[in-house]
């Protein structure tokens, strides 16, 4: 028997630079009055644009997995940060029996990268929150990503916080030569996909034309893109939908989401 307890949000974050983990952004200063809103988690399930794997869902396991710094080239101090958050064995069995082993592979070759981190140790510092991290399957298509997010869903009703980062926006190639700006196709698709994520249009979310400019240019080689329907496909019966961090910079969008109690983020506004 399991028992309910209150019932977690589903939060997809727009996590941008590595940097914004150490630095005074914005979009930090959210993560953390967020963090300080929620309620204490039993666990952590994350979903990062960072560990992609084909043929099966990886799922982080090991009593504390090691913080991954994988970037080059940014300030030092970036490279000191640990996140020593224990591993969450429980919920990895849990995970296992919600979608099935033939689904899922642990995997103690990896740990948490900067997609995981990077948001959590400004939300949640002190690292203390049992974890685990889950690989994007790229064999499985947009529509499948939702089924698995569906499958996860019961989760929340337990106590586990499920965190979904990437970006709706993110092109690095486009962002270099447009930085500083907001271009259009950039606005229009971020747009799009806020009102698809408000109106739980799965049909938006996941199904674009192949004349569809702005969505090229915006999911580009899709990683960053695919975590948010982690957090779409989450959504339970009864919950709002809750945008913060709303920018763009270039191809880039920071926009983030809460999937249940919105009143969560009323320190934000």
Known sequence: MRFMTQRMPALFLGHGSPMNAIIDSPERRGW????????????????????????????????????????????PDLYKVLYPAPGAPDLVERVAQLL???QVRRDDSWGFDHGSWGVLHPMLPKADVPMIQLG????????????????????????????????VVHNLPEYFKTMGSKPDWAVEFQDRITAAVMADDHTALTEFAPD????????????????????V??????????VFNHGIDGAMSMTSYLIGDTGLLKTLH
């Open 100 to 102: 099935g082993e033939a």
């Open 212 to 231: 569809d400019r702005a969505a090229a240019l915006a999911i580009n080689s899709a990683e960053h893109y695919l975590p948010l329907l982690y957090t």
């Open 233 to 242: 496909g989450a959504r339970l019966p009864g919950d709002e939908v809750g």
């Open 136 to 167: 994007l399957n790229r064999s499985l298509s947009p529509q499948q990503h939702l089924a698995v997010a569906a499958a996860l869903a019961p989760l929340r009703e337990e106590g586990v916080l499920i965190v979904s980062s990437g970006n």
């Open 32 to 75: 953390v009055t967020l963090g300080q809103a929620l309620p204490r988690p039993k666990a952590i399930l994350v979903v990062s644009a960072h560990w992609e794997n084909q043929g099966s869902i990886h799922l982080t396991t090991g009593d504390f997995p090691r913080t991954i710094h994988d970037f080059s080239g940014f300030h």
